[in-house]
Every structure is written in C-alpha cells, then in structure tokens.
C-alpha cells in the first residue's frame, strides 16, 4: 500500500471555462490521458491518491461533474483538496460533498484522513503573490497596502483551517503527519509562514504543495528539506503528470 500525490489537473469535460481559461504549452497537450494512463500504470486498487487542488474548471458542481467522475474513474483510494480554483467546492459544504460521493472521492477540509499510521491533514492555504518587486537595494517595492491586507486575512483564515485538521488529528491520538496545502506555503520573497511555523510545531514529515506552473515558477517557494521538514511541489506540469510517491 502506497501513498501518492499530485495537484492543479484543471480539467474541463464540462467546462466553458476551457477555451479562455486553460493553460496553454506542450505539457498540458492530451494531459488528461497522460495522466490517466500513468495513473494506471503507477496506483493500484489498495494504494491512496492525494490530488492538492484545482480539480475542475467547473463553476459549479454541475459543470465539475463530467470531471470528478474522471477522478472517480481513477485507480485507488482518492483524497482531494480545495484549490483557488475549484468554485464548484461550497467550503461550508464540504460534508456534503463527502455524502455525494461516499465511497468514491474524500475532501479534506477542516478534518483529516489516517493513512497507515499517518494523518493526512491539510487546506487550501494561501499566500500573497504580489504585485510586488525587489529593487536593485533588495527593498519591496510595488506593495500594494489593501491587497497585502486582504491577504493577511485569507492567510489567518486558512491557518485556522489547518489548525482544525491538525488539532482533529491529535485528538485523535495521531502524532505523525503529512501536510498538504494547494498554495505554496511561501511566497517567492518568504523565508517562512505562519504554513511553515505550524508544520514544525506539529512536527510534520513533509509538507506538499501545488499551485505554481511554469518553470519560472517552479522555485518560488520552499523545495527540499529545511529544518527536517522535506517540501515537495507536485502540481501537474512540473511532474510531468507522473504522481509522486510520498510513502
């Protein structure tokens, strides 16, 4: 029994949200059956799938429909995560979405999932992207004080979230963790978070991550190891749509 994970599939069978919307570049070419194929060749039936968010272009759950049912479709046990763009997901209604499709699909928000001896715990997550520069000082420049604020909030809202699935998870009795978030746990001027400060005090294995597509943004936050915390970005098109084992 194995435990994999990869993000931002950003699917769209019942989408009109594709043609403006998708991502363009050879790696998104036929990716769902890229991935549908690796997913086949890679997970068995006995093995967990964690997919970080940004499922569906869907604007509601009728739109997303046609692509949780490709989920669905996939081999293994399958987690997913709220992304920033998965609008068919209500957050206030995610047990609702647990009821639809019991036995099929499990969200994670403000709960968590065992695995082995593991909990799987997560949220969204969120974190500011700018607009913002460094001059040639190395000064922040570009800040703006009413988006920068916002995001303050939208960060103390989704660290409260986590914090749920964290503190659910030690009630529990659960002492080791995975943590999943879908934005990066850092912004590309970030040494640390209040993401990064809660996975050391929980004492978190790894923290894993979508959300950045592209090479130029493949680096804009933590990868590797920093402080016994190993930190993976798995969206789609830096993996090349192969998933990642993390255990």
Known sequence: MSLYTIGDLHLHYGSELKAKNQIEGKVWQN???????????????EDTLVLVGDHSWGRNLAE??????????LPGRKILLRGNHDMFWDVKKTARLNELYAGKLEFLQNNYYAYEDYALVGTKGYTFEGPFYLDGYGHVCGWDEKEAEHAEKLVGREAERLKESFESAVSDGYRKFIMFLHYPPTNVLQNKSIFTKMAEKYGAEQVI???????????????????????????????????????
Do not use: Q, T
């Not at 990716?31 to 039936?45: G, S």
């Open 209 to 247: 991550y979508g959300h950045c597509h592209g090479e130029s943004r493949f680096h804009d936050s933590i990868r590797g190891k920093k402080h016994g915390i190993r930190y993976s970005l798995v969206s789609g098109d830096c993996l090349r749509w192969h998933p990642m084992k993390v255990l």
């Open 31 to 45: 990716h769902e059956e890229m991935f549908r194929i690796n997913c086949e060749k890679l997970i068995r039936p």
């Open 64 to 73: 997303a429909e046609k692509d949780l049912e490709y989920i669905c479709n």
